[in-house]
């Protein structure tokens, strides 16, 4: 089955230590995105791709990186930068990035500071 | 600045016909989105609106009306599992990504 999958589910850190969310696709879409939702709140944008290889900040993209080496693949590492990082992190697709696609989510992962 | 608007929860009898409005004062706009989000799950795409007027889908219909910057999501013949956050996002000028709102929580109850 076509979709998007994102691992772990769980995730605990600690204090200063950096950690790598994984986010694969086989929708074979171009546009890869990486949300942030915490309690009550809507959707922020951290960082997205549209093509292998390119990607562009989101509002919210300090403490965070990203990589783009394959269509299939946009991890997202939190690294110990990110002062507050306990959340639940989506990870979400789109043939393209334009008026009209929809954009696919990922389980999500929660990511919770120990 | 892109402000988009939801009413944070609502409730409603199952049954019972509810609806969801959504104001958004955004630079530019290319469409709008609606999502259902469950609780700790993923969210699954409702409706797409990029004209004015009503889009119908089985039981729920979203409504865009763009000179007032609102729409609307209706949810008809409520059943228990509707129960959950329902997004509205933007998609703004220039760069045709959404931008969502905070998301409405409904609850419905026997």
């Known amino acids: 089955d076509g979709g998007i999958t994102q691992s772990p589910k769980y995730l605990f850190r600690k204090e200063g230590q950096n950690v790598t969310l994984s986010c694969e696709q086989n929708?074979?879409?171009?546009?890869m995105y990486w949300y942030r939702q915490d309690p009550g709140q809507g959707l922020r944008l951290i960082y997205y791709?549209?093509?292998?290889?390119?990607?562009q900040k989101g509002d919210i993209a300090e403490g965070y990186s990203v990589s783009r080496e394959k269509k299939e693949s946009f991890p997202l590492t939190v690294t110990s930068a990110q002062k507050n990082p306990t959340a639940f992190y989506l990870c979400?697709?789109?043939?393209?990035?334009?008026?009209?696609?929809?954009?696919?989510f990922g389980e999500g992962s929660w990511l919770t500071v120990v | 600045g892109q402000n988009i608007d939801q009413p944070t929860e609502m409730t409603a009898t199952e049954g019972a016909i509810v609806q969801i409005n959504c104001t958004y004062q955004?630079?530019?706009?290319?469409?709008l989105f609606w999502y259902q989000q469950h609780a700790g799950e993923a969210p699954t795409f409702l409706s797409y609106?990029?004209?004015?007027g009503l889009e119908e889908k089985g039981r729920f219909s979203s409504f865009l009306s763009r000179s007032k910057g609102y729409s609307y999501l209706l949810l008809k013949e409520l059943q228990m599992k509707d129960s959950a956050s329902y997004l509205c996002?933007?998609?703004?000028?220039?760069?045709?990504?959404?931008?969502f709102g905070r998301g409405t929580s409904l609850i419905v109850h026997p």
């Open positions: 996002a933007v998609i703004t000028g220039g760069s045709y990504i959404p931008t």
């Open positions: 609106n990029v004209l004015d």
């Open positions: 955004t630079s530019g706009f290319n469409g």
């Open positions: 929708l074979n879409h171009d546009a």
């Open positions: 979400a697709s789109s043939i393209e990035q334009g008026t009209g696609n929809t954009i696919y």
């Open positions: 791709s549209q093509i292998v290889n390119d990607f």
